[in-house]
C-alpha cells in the first residue's frame, strides 16, 4: 500500500541553523515526490519535486531534497533557516499520470529568533 | 507556474444547508482535479478525482451524497458540501493539473468551512 511517514510531528530551529525533514515513502511502481509547504490558512506551494535523474534535487527559497531508493527516503534540507520559512511542510508522493497524490502528515517548523 | 483560484477562502454556513466551493484553472485546461480535506493537524486527504466530463471518482470513505463534485468545464470543478452538518467544518483545497500545468499538480489557496 502506499504510504508517506513523516515522523517529525513539530520541530523547532533556531533562525540561521541547518534543517533536515524527514520523509520516508512506501510505494508500489516509481515514485514522484514532491516537498509542499503551507501557511496558516493557506493553500500549499511546490518547493521541489524528484521524477527521475540526479537524486538531489534543489527546490525554491534555498531548499533541496535527496531521493534515497535504498532507504525510501526523500529527505528536505536548508543549510541555513530563515524565521520566513516557520510553516507546515509535506511530503507527497504522486503516481505516474498524477491521478493520486499520497500526502505525509506533515511538519510543523517553528524558528527561533 | 499555472494558477488555481479557489473561491470563497473562508465560509461560515447554518446545519442544513448546502455550500459550493469553487476551483478554477486560470491559465491552463485542467483535465483532471483533485479535491482534499484537511482535518486539524492531520494531512491531506485526498476526498476525490475528477475529470473533465467525467463523474467524480471517490476514495474510500467518502459519501459521494454529501460532497457533490461537478467538473463540467476545463477551467471549473465545484464541490457541493449538501446539508451540511459542524462535523463536516474543515480545511478544504482542490488541486489541478492538465494541458499546459506540466508535471505537477497545482493547488487552490483553500476554504475554511464552519458550519454552525
Known amino acids: 500500500a502506499q504510504s508517506v511517514t513523516q515522523p517529525d510531528i513539530h520541530i523547532t530551529v533556531s533562525e540561521g541553523a541547518s534543517l533536515e525533514l524527514r520523509c520516508n515513502y512506501s510505494?508500489?511502481?516509481?515514485?514522484?515526490l514532491f516537498w509542499y509547504v503551507q501557511s496558516p490558512g493557506q493553500g500549499l506551494q511546490l518547493l521541489l519535486k524528484?521524477?527521475?535523474?540526479?537524486?538531489l534535487v534543489q527546490g525554491i527559497k534555498g531548499f533541496e531534497a535527496e531521493f534515497k531508493r535504498s532507504q525510501s527516503s526523500f529527505n528536505l534540507r536548508k543549510p541555513s533557516v530563515h524565521w520566513s520559512d516557520a510553516a507546515e511542510y509535506f511530503c507527497?508522493?504522486?503516481?505516474?499520470?498524477?491521478?493520486?497524490?499520497?500526502f505525509g502528515s506533515g511538519t510543523k517548523l517553528n524558528v527561533k529568533p | 507556474g499555472a494558477v488555481v483560484s479557489q473561491h470563497p477562502s473562508r465560509v461560515i454556513c447554518k446545519s442544513g444547508t448546502s455550500v459550493k466551493i469553487e476551483c478554477r484553472s486560470l491559465?491552463?485546461?485542467?483535465?483532471?482535479m483533485f479535491w482534499y480535506r484537511q482535518f486539524p493537524k492531520k494531512s491531506l486527504m485526498l476526498m476525490a478525482t475528477?475529470?473533465?466530463?467525467?463523474?467524480?471518482?471517490?476514495e474510500q470513505g467518502v459519501e459521494k451524497d454529501k460532497f457533490l463534485i461537478n467538473h463540467a468545464s476545463l477551467t471549473l470543478s465545484t464541490l457541493t458540501v449538501t446539508s451540511a452538518h459542524p462535523e463536516d467544518s474543515s480545511f478544504y483545497i482542490c488541486?489541478?493539473?492538465?494541458?499546459?500545468?506540466?508535471?505537477?499538480?497545482?493547488f487552490g489557496q483553500g476554504t475554511r468551512l464552519t458550519v454552525v
Open positions: 507527497a508522493v504522486g503516481a505516474h499520470g498524477f491521478n493520486k497524490f499520497y
Open positions: 488541486s489541478a493539473t492538465g494541458l499546459g500545468a506540466g508535471t505537477e499538480a497545482f
Open positions: 475528477s475529470n473533465e466530463g467525467s463523474k467524480a471518482t471517490y
Open positions: 510505494y508500489g511502481a516509481t515514485p514522484y
Open positions: 524528484y521524477f527521475s535523474g540526479d537524486t
Open positions: 491559465d491552463f485546461q485542467a483535465t483532471t
